[in-house]
């Protein structure tokens, strides 16, 4: 029934599709407007709100209805070729909406959420059917889009710095420090819960401090990292959803093809291996792989210096609460997870993307049979588990 991935994809449906236009707020005028300028709808639209302030208005020439008033019109949902354009970005809203369609068309009707239909027209721009003037101007956007958020990336470089400056009776540095996308937000807010400074960052690269200072810098404080691994497919994707919209990465003509080819390059999973080097061994002085790594607990404790770390297998986190709070020295610790991608306006195309996503063979065995890294956390059932898991499809 929603079929976000596929638009993200393609967006021909709305070209050849009657559409239904649900909701009519700021939202949802925007879409009907990029709709109408780039010529797609041209099959018939629907507007439709349960706001009873907006019905009887109408937008591009287009008259809002009630959902009451729109199944008076049931037919057009008995069409295979109709497409439901769900807009509002609240969740609650967009459930509340497909469960009202479902239940009144069943589950013949495409439908397409905020999410999908807005970076769909991002990255449907070459489609042959979009209006060469809506194209232009789209283009133009982008690229000006391109450079506002290059120049407002953030550095970490003096955050690392303030933290580590912190007066002297504050002597202990809590730091979540991993790749991206294993839980490491979930952690850290957890923490925050408990009134303790903490810092979570992806890298120490580039924060203006020499290596060497940086180790001394370290060195007068106690310090206790936590950081994860993550099963490198699940991961990856988990990544490729989360940073979608990081549009300075793309060319200008990106297509969905081009998105997954830049998350998953040859190699691609030996990212969060590499990073345990360039991070950890780098700027730590930590090689993990010298330590022993307990697979059935899913997790170890490093201590070298003034510096713990806590090496957490991220399959097995929801059963380490204990552990970590252990390990920070906080009682009853409780972790409430974050930044789940199940629960983000890409959820659909997320969860359609695990189960589409074909990967070789030969990949699956460099992961699964062959990676010392991957042996070295991860036991050969769960190795096995993984690759059956990816061989057919999540």
């Given at each position: 029934?929603?079929?976000?991935?596929?638009?993200?994809?393609?967006?021909?449906?709305?070209?050849?599709?009657?559409?239904?236009?649900?909701?009519?707020?700021?939202?949802?005028?925007?879409?009907?407007?990029?709709?109408?300028?780039?010529?797609?709808?041209?099959?018939?639209?629907?507007?439709?709100?349960?706001?009873?302030?907006?019905?009887?208005?109408?937008?591009?020439?287009?008259?809002?209805?009630?959902?009451?008033?729109?199944?008076?019109?049931?037919?057009?949902?008995?069409?295979?070729?109709?497409?439901?354009?769900?807009?509002?970005?609240?969740?609650?809203?967009?459930?509340?909406?497909?469960?009202?369609?479902?239940?009144?068309?069943?589950?013949?009707?495409?439908?397409?959420?905020?999410?999908?239909?807005?970076?769909?027209?991002?990255?449907?721009?070459?489609?042959?059917?979009?209006?060469?003037?809506?194209?232009?101007?789209?283009?133009?956007?982008?690229?000006?889009?391109c450079l506002r958020k290059e120049n407002s990336i953030l550095s970490q470089k003096k955050v690392f710095q303030y933290f580590s400056f912190l007066p002297l009776h504050q002597d202990e540095i809590i730091l979540v420090y991993q790749p991206g996308k294993v839980a490491s937000t979930s952690i850290y807010h957890s923490i925050q819960n408990y009134n303790r400074n903490v810092l979570h960052c992806h890298s120490l690269n580039d924060i203006e401090l020499t290596e060497g200072e940086l180790y001394k810098l370290l060195d007068l404080k106690s310090a206790k990292i936590i950081c994860l691994v993550r099963d490198p497919i699940a991961r990856t994707i988990a990544a490729m959803w989360q940073?979608?919209?990081?549009?300075?990465?793309?060319?200008?003509?990106?297509?969905?093809?081009?998105?997954?080819?830049?998350?998953?390059?040859?190699?691609?999973?030996?990212?969060?291996?590499?990073?345990?080097?360039?991070?950890?061994?780098?700027?730590?002085?930590?090689?993990?792989?010298?330590?022993?790594?307990?697979?059935?607990?899913?997790?170890?404790?490093?201590?070298?210096?003034?510096?713990?770390?806590?090496?957490?297998?991220?399959?097995?986190?929801?059963?380490?609460?204990?552990?970590?709070?252990?390990?920070?020295?906080?009682?009853?610790?409780?972790?409430?997870?974050?930044?789940?991608?199940?629960?983000?306006?890409?959820?659909?195309?997320?969860?359609?993307?695990?189960?589409?996503?074909?990967?070789?063979?030969?990949?699956?065995?460099?992961?699964?049979?062959?990676?010392?890294?991957?042996?070295?956390?991860?036991?050969?059932?769960?190795?096995?588990?993984?690759?059956?898991?990816?061989?057919?499809?999540?």
């Open positions: 029934m929603v079929k976000d991935l596929q638009l993200l994809k393609d967006i021909t449906p709305l070209f050849e599709k009657k559409l239904v236009i649900w909701g009519a707020g700021n939202k949802g005028r925007e879409i009907i407007q990029d709709i109408v300028s780039m010529g797609a709808g041209r099959k018939g639209i629907l507007l439709c709100d349960s706001d009873s302030n907006l019905l009887g208005n109408s937008i591009c020439g287009n008259e809002i209805l009630s959902p009451k008033d729109l199944r008076i019109k049931e037919a057009i949902f008995s069409e295979e070729e109709t497409a439901v354009l769900v807009t509002p970005i609240s969740i609650k809203a967009q459930n509340e909406i497909i469960k009202e369609i479902e239940e009144n068309t069943g589950r013949g009707v495409s439908v397409y959420t905020h999410y999908a239909i807005v970076w769909g027209i991002y990255f449907g721009l070459e489609n042959p059917h979009v209006d060469p003037e809506f194209k232009r101007k789209s283009l133009m956007e982008h690229e000006v889009a940073n979608v919209s990081e549009v300075e990465m793309y060319s200008p003509q990106v297509d969905f093809a081009e998105i997954e080819n830049y998350f998953f390059p040859d190699g691609f999973w030996m990212h969060e291996f590499c990073w345990l080097d360039n991070e950890i061994k780098k700027y730590l002085k930590i090689d993990i792989f010298q330590y022993p790594f307990d697979k059935e607990k899913g997790y170890s404790t490093i201590k070298q210096g003034n510096i713990e770390i806590l090496m957490i297998k991220m399959e097995s986190l929801n059963g380490l609460e204990d552990v970590i709070g252990k390990f920070l020295e906080i009682e009853q610790f409780h972790l409430n997870r974050e930044n789940v991608g199940n629960e983000k306006l890409y959820r659909f195309a997320y969860q359609e993307h695990k189960k589409e996503i074909c990967l070789p063979q030969e990949v699956l065995d460099d992961i699964y049979k062959k990676s010392e890294q991957m042996k070295y956390f991860y036991s050969e059932q769960e190795r096995n588990q993984m690759y059956l898991k990816w061989l057919k499809g999540d």
